[in-house]
């Protein structure tokens, strides 16, 4: 079977499994998903208290702001749903030398290890993102263009392979640092900041959340690209961007699998 057939097969395995695991437990699997709806809209308070009694902030309006925080939804339930169990769940794998097994199997290590674990549940996190965008365009009084929307869906992408990187980059230091949860938890604290358009922050934290965390690729530039306000030059280096930091990861994966000493050995 050839690698064009035999992955696709392989993912759709692992998610009928984990769709069947969560299934088991059927009360875990409704309280699950009520949850999530739960924090879809926890993530609106903040947004509805600073527009309370401003019409804009650093030149966004409370619509304009409101689809930044739907792209931001749709991430957090990507990134909850399709990201977060299976990564952290391997660095556990690493430490005990369970990670053994993977390695004997006929497939790459990396996509056996992004693909390990869904939480299926998260699917509400992400239609929830888009009922808040459909709301931010019903507030604009207007639908984005059929560019824009090939612009935005571009920069999504974009957007969740950086974060796949940033995580994947995480997990390869576990090969040489046995406990990483503080940095785990410092990374999903600093996802947090993506919920706020970028040039609400100045100076070195502008830069940092650009240039060195890219939390503005993540939902900022997207929304831009949905409202129509980026430009052709930025669209690019966001999608090259996205790019090297996907190459730069899978060449740290590679490095640190070579590295690899079992911890049962």
């Given amino acids: 079977m050839t690698a064009a057939l035999r992955y696709p097969r392989l993912l759709a395995l692992q998610l009928r499994v984990s769709l069947t695991t969560a299934m088991q437990y059927r009360a875990d699997f409704v309280v699950e998903g ?6 879809v809209s926890w ?3 903040p947004l509805l208290i600073l527009y309370a009694d401003r019409p804009s902030v650093a030149g966004w309006d409370f619509p304009s702001a409101l689809v930044v925080i739907g792209w931001f939804v749709v991430l957090r339930g990507i990134l909850e749903g399709a990201i977060n169990p299976s990564l952290v769940d391997i660095v556990e794998r690493i430490r005990t030398g369970a990670f053994d097994y993977v390695l004997l199997k006929p497939a790459d290590s990396q996509f056996l290890i992004s693909t390990a674990r869904f939480a299926p549940w998260r699917i509400i996190d992400v239609i ?7 709301i931010a365009f019903a507030r604009l009084g207007r639908t984005p263009a059929v560019g824009d929307l090939a612009a935005g869906g571009l920069l999504m992408l974009a957007a969740v392979i950086v974060m796949y990187a940033l995580w994947v ?3 390869a230091a576990s090969f040489w640092v046995v406990r990483l949860d503080n940095l785990t938890y410092l990374l999903g604290a600093l996802f947090d900041t993506a919920r706020w358009p970028v040039q609400v922050f100045r100076g070195a934290w502008r ?3 650009t240039f ?3 939390m503005a690729l993540m ?3 997207p929304a831009m690209a949905l409202l129509g306000r980026i430009d052709v030059t930025t669209a ?3 999608v090259a961007g996205a790019l090297a930091l996907a190459i730069g990861a899978r060449l740290l994966w590679i490095g640190a699998v070579r590295n690899y000493t079992s911890a049962s050995s």
Avoid: D, H
Wanted: glycine share 10%.
């Fill in 34 to 39: 009520l949850m999530s709806v739960y924090w």
């Fill in 43 to 45: 993530n609106l308070l």
């Fill in 128 to 134: 929830g993102g888009f009922v808040i965008l459909v």
């Fill in 169 to 171: 980059g995480v997990v």
């Fill in 207 to 209: 830069f940092l959340f």
């Fill in 212 to 214: 060195v965390l890219p």
């Fill in 219 to 221: 939902t900022t530039y």
């Fill in 236 to 238: 690019l280096a966001c």
